[in-house]
Nanobody
């Protein structure tokens, strides 16, 4: 059974930075990982994804150049990170970690979800 546990959310001023982490237990079944977010009153949307080796990443246009996704494939626990720089008020959302046995695409079709972590950017 795969469990994803996010951490690192919080309140930050516009222009600041935050680093989200997501630890995946039972990671034998995981290949790609990624992040999605759900702004207040809006649908969940794709943010970024990364393949197993870290050689391929994908970003939403709205975060390209400001956010960086990376991962650490330790033996028993895989961790994916989202470094968020130059944050804007419109980045305010609940951020969800996602993992899949094959690919994390821009759709919501993934195998596993985390519980979400709140990121609030004040102006």
């Amino acid at each position: 059974q795969v469990q994803l546990v996010e951490s690192g959310g919080g309140l930050v001023q516009a222009g600041g930075s935050l680093r989200l982490s997501c630890a995946a237990s039972g990671s034998t079944f995981i290949n790609a990982m990624g992040w999605f977010r759900q702004p207040p009153g809006k649908d969940r949307e794709f943010v970024a994804s990364i393949n197993w080796s870290g050689s391929a990443t994908d970003y939403a246009d709205s975060v390209k150049g400001r956010f960086t996704i990376s991962r650490d494939n330790a033996k028993n626990t895989v961790t994916v990170y989202l470094q968020m720089n130059s944050l804007k008020p419109e980045d305010t959302a609940i951020y969800y970690c996602a993992a899949d046995r094959m690919l994390v695409t821009r759709t919501m079709d993934v195998d596993y979800w985390g519980q979400g972590t709140q990121v609030t950017v004040s102006s």
